[in-house]
T-cell receptor
């Protein structure tokens, strides 16, 4: 039982490049979400999904896209990277259709945009 | 606007003492609150959840209180140990549905000195 896995661990991008951050969970959780964590600002919700085929925006969705074709996977796409997207990104999952329950976080992806 | 504050960026206490961390919020009516622990370079790990109609929750050496009148939650670690050193995050949830809003505090970095 691997829990929540994220790849890559580290990534450096140039402004304007695109990339996909991968997230997978093997706990059959319905709810999955993406956060970014910046110094002094806490975790901020980017996008979330309450089940396969259903996604919605969080607090800071601009510049990011998501899709949920399977229960297990929830990739986050950066369309055209900007220096303001330099951050640590965490994926999380929880059982049921809400973040109400205990959230399990992945180890994070540290992204630098030059 | 909705705001959540954790008492201080850093807290240093002597081993064996009780550590008390504070989470205050304004312009918000949370249905429930969670506390997480985060170690450097890792994702947050769930510790405790407390609902709006609960005054107190305990788990081993941990205790959480929730005062909706004062708009405050207190997180206590009794008989603290150096291994308790970490950043602790509080998270507030506005409801129980999939559309519930979640807000994380920026965290308090706790250091326990031997």
């Amino acid at each position: 039982n691997a829990g929540v896995t994220q790849t890559p661990k580290f990534q450096v991008l140039k402004t304007g490049q695109s990339m996909t951050l991968q997230c997978a969970q093997d706990m059959n959780h319905e709810y999955m979400s993406w956060y970014r964590q910046d110094p002094g600002m806490g975790l901020r919700l980017i996008h979330y999904s309450v089940g396969a085929g259903i996604t919605d925006q969080g607090e800071v969705p601009n510049g990011y896209n998501v899709s949920r074709s399977t229960t297990e996977d929830f990739p986050l796409r950066l369309l055209s990277a900007a220096p303001s997207q330099t951050s640590v990104y965490f994926c999380a999952s929880s059982r049921g259709g809400s973040s109400y329950n205990e959230q399990f976080f992945g180890p994070g992806t540290r992204l630098t945009v030059l | 606007s909705q705001k959540i504050e954790q008492n201080s960026e850093a807290l240093n206490i002597q081993e064996g003492k009780t550590a008390t961390l504070t989470c205050n919020y304004t312009n918000y009516s949370p249905a429930y609150l969670q506390w997480y622990r985060q170690d450097p370079g890792r994702g947050p790990v769930f510790l405790l959840l407390i609902r709006e109609n609960e005054k107190e929750k305990r788990k081993e050496r941990l205790k959480v209180t929730f005062d909706t009148t004062l708009k405050q939650s207190l997180f206590h670690i009794t008989a603290s140990q150096p291994a308790d050193s970490a950043t602790y995050l509080c998270a507030l949830f506005s409801g129980y549905s999939s559309a519930s809003k979640i807000i994380f505090g920026s965290g308090t970095r706790l250091s326990i000195r031997p």
